[in-house]
DNA sequence: ATGAAAGCGCTAACAT
DNA sequence: ATGTTAGCGCTTTCAT
């Protein structure tokens, strides 16, 4: 494997006594060379520790076998998980994959777009921390291909993967209003101008119907913010069926609510969102809305993959994941 | 940043009324270019959207300016670190990122390592979860640079980014024998065949001098396994100086004292290893032995660079790592 | 300071 | 089934 210099298809087809285009196809389209042709390459280039150049195929075909992600950070759980699975399922399909770390800085992440389309990458995965026009447009400069992970305006010009935000916020509701003297619930959430906060919020809307809704808005949607609202439920009259859009704050709150002397499930019952590491470490496990991360960047790299394969017949669509509660005891069933 | 086919040098050049030669020094010898003429060049690049071809000038040069990243996994809060610290300096070094993850097969691996090899990488990074030998070998055949980040044998044919695991060990353990009234120390560790779990033990061993030390070896140290030995602690006479060789162990054993009446700090002292965002998410927060996952990543992107600009008068170093105790109050100061 | 020209190793259309 | 050949876009040596 030592990518020995001058070693290309010319020395590989002289020692077997043939051509470059033969060796070219044993390479690339082995149905279209004799078996026996074929044996004999193949030994010959192991013999020789011949290694194919992608420099010279990707120069001669226009493009690369390389798949772009461009992720805000990885210390996340989230995106960690989401890398991880682009990246292998990347692997899987003979792409490499070209990591880049914008930490939401849009200089970082143009630069990151440039190096992709200089690379003449095959497409580019992008999980943008806020999908804004703006930013959309200058993606899509990068050349054919691009997939969103992330919730997208109606005007995408993008494949995208997304996660029906709304019906996770209903299915954390619902299943807090599953108890039959359940009439109120209280949802800690962050910005609202955070299109995940504000989807999971009108999901939970939904499903309160005739019954109440207090609301909690977090700065960060941190863990001490969830303490700190914790505390609040604990010494106010809000309801103790209490909905967190996502595990950092639930983590929190009923760390909050404790110190407030509630224990969880028996005086107060949490659902968080996202069902990450953190939902199973804690004192109680707690009860969490589910996103198939894996799934997600696994379905990124196959829109990337069939977009290619679509050529110009293609239509840009977007798969949405519905997401699932997973019960455990901050909030058991009803 | 179209990456327009058919645009390359030669348009550009035809339009600046220069040759490709001229555009090629514009882009990486400036200083060889008169200055009107750079501009003018400048000028038409932005004009056409010129966006060069990497492609090209790897097969040109025989070497890509990128460097590969072979890690187990990303979801680890760890590797995660180690990455993400990766990417960014690889990033700003001028370097793609080829991202690999290997889940620890070496069938995987072995291919990752083939692609590097194809798209003629710079160097590879590898943090091996054990670094054999057989595997160190396989990793060599890669091509030129090659860094190991891990603990390494004496026998290093490569650059290495380590941490000085015994000396974490001896701070963890100095620092629960740091109270004068304290002559005993109870170590909760996992298998002694991992390196690091040796040396983590090795330097607690220095520590303890003639005091006592009790040992716990654990299957998975995970939090699991900590809460079971810290239960096993409270009902038995084991020291209540409790040193964990990480973090999911320290965060475990201190629910299992708990579990068991000992409150921390006040009835048992709790040391972790590996300062993950899990120490500062319990209850208590844990003190740990910090490795600086950032800086260990920045190092090792160092190496291949420098291994690079060395050329043939590179001689193999080592990067030596001494870690911190970051004390917090699930081990107070003395 | 700029130009001319020889490849780097591969793919694919075309010919045999 | 295999051979021939023309580039892909760039870097770099040697001239001018």
Redesign the pocket.
Known sequence: MAA??????????AA??????????????P????????ERILAVMTELD?????????????SARVIGLVVPEIVNPFYAAVTESVAVEAGEQGYALALCVSHDDPAVERRHFEMLA?HRAAGAIVVPLLATAERLTQLRMVGTHLVLIDRVENSHDSCAVVVDDVAGGRLAADHLLGRPDTRALTIVNGALTIPQCADRLAGTLQAVDTHSLVQYETESMSIEDGVAVGRMIAESGSPRDVFCTNDQLAFGVIRGLHEGGLDVPRDARVVGYGDLALATEGDVQITSVAQPKAEMGRAAVGHIISEIADGESHRHTTTVFVPELIVRSSAPAA
């Open positions: 020995e210099k001058g070693l290309g298809l010319a020395r590989v087809a077997a006594g043939v051509t470059v285009a033969t060796v070219s196809n044993t390479i690339n389209r149905h279209l060379v004799a078996q026996s042709t074929r011949f290694v194919p150049n992608r420099a010279a195929a990707t120069l001669r075909k226009g200089e």
